[in-house]
């Protein structure tokens, strides 16, 4: 089924949007980068403010939750919280659309996620790693061991297909509303789709330090 | 006696509830429309409301029953009130990502249907 072109596209890329868009978003961060870095200032104003004001929300999150292990894996977890909350809130601007509101996206950022925190245990605990997947006692391990393997695999599934389906599940209610009744009641909804793109953000984020800590701490 | 009416009120409301496609899909066959999916359409419609408003239900109960719990606690000790929060969260996330795997398997039912 060929979905009707609503958004702006690029010639060649008329069905993969979330592509398209995920570069815009990408193009957006690199000439932020740019324009804070010319005038970076030791009394901060205006955007740089506003850029300090959410790193260190996001620092102290991540040290509430990792712990000294925090500063370590920081630049991982604010990059994955910038993206996702600009994807999801893009989809707000007409003639864009989520990236995150196709399934690609989510997947590839949920298994770097999953290849991130199994590399950091691997790194951290060495062979000793696959004592976290034995469980508590030796004479169980035949059982955790499949339990443990599963757990770990419904992970990545779990954190895609959440952000997925909660950003693409907003635009069609948006979408069905705005059939319904095209002039005020979607705006309600609109707002909640702002609420719900900072809350997935953190949803994912959270469970991103979750997991990499859970696999920096050692087994018992 | 007032449970039992309700049961009843419950079977019958589901009895029509099956019975709608059915109507629906002789109605197709009376039109002429000779096809192998002949209220095919309004069984899957039929499956993704009611599995998406079961799934809802069920979410909506134990999200519920967890802030409940979450409330209580901060109550008790407004001291750990930053720990209680993250709690909350993760749980909300992890009972919220049930429904959403029905939301997504709705989406694949009228979007891109393996059966048809």
Redesign the interface.
């Known amino acids: 089924m060929k979905e009707p072109i609503n958004y702006i596209w690029i010639p060649g890329l008329e069905h993969h949007a979330h592509v398209t868009f995920t570069w815009v978003i990408m193009i957006g961060f690199m000439f932020l980068a740019f324009a804070l870095r010319g005038g970076y200032k030791m009394a901060p104003e205006g955007l740089q403010n506003v850029m300090e004001m959410i790193i260190q929300e996001l620092a102290n999150a991540a040290d509430s939750v990792m712990g000294h292990h925090g500063r370590t894996y920081f630049p991982v977890i604010a990059t994955l919280a910038f993206f996702i909350l600009c994807a999801n809130l893009i989809g707000l601007i007409p003639g864009c659309v989520s990236p995150t509101s196709n399934l690609n996206t989510t997947l590839a950022l949920a298994l770097i996620v999953f290849l991130l925190y199994q590399f950091v245990g691997v790194y951290t605990h060495g062979f000793g790693y696959i004592k976290q997947f034995l469980g508590p006692v030796w004479w169980l391990a035949w059982m955790m061991l499949p339990i443990e393997i599963i757990s770990h695999l419904a992970r990545p599934v779990s954190l895609s297909m959440r952000l997925f389906g909660n950003v693409r599940g907003d635009e069609l209610v948006i979408l069905v509303l705005g059939f319904l009744v095209p002039l005020v009641l979607p705006m309600p909804m609109i707002v909640m789709t702002i609420l719900f793109s900072v809350i997935q953000t953190a949803v994912f984020v959270i469970l991103t330090m979750v997991y990499i800590s859970g696999a920096l701490e050692e087994a018992h | 006696m007032k449970g039992k009416k309700r049961v009843a009120a419950l079977l019958i409301l589901w009895a029509i509830l099956l019975a709608a496609p059915m109507a629906m899909a002789s109605e197709g066959a009376a039109a002429g429309a000779e096809s192998r999916y002949d209220g095919f359409f309004s069984y899957v419609a039929l499956a993704c409301v009611v599995g998406l408003g079961l799934a809802a239900g069920g979410g909506g109960i134990g999200m519920g029953s967890a802030v409940a719990g979450v409330v209580n606690a901060m109550a008790r000790n407004p001291g750990l009130y930053?720990k209680f929060f993250?709690i909350l969260?993760?749980g909300l996330?992890?009972i919220?990502?049930v429904v959403?795997?029905t939301?997504?398997v709705v989406?694949l039912l009228l979007?891109?249907n393996p059966l048809l």
């Open positions: 930053g993250m969260f993760i996330a992890f919220e990502s959403i795997y939301l997504v989406l979007y891109a």
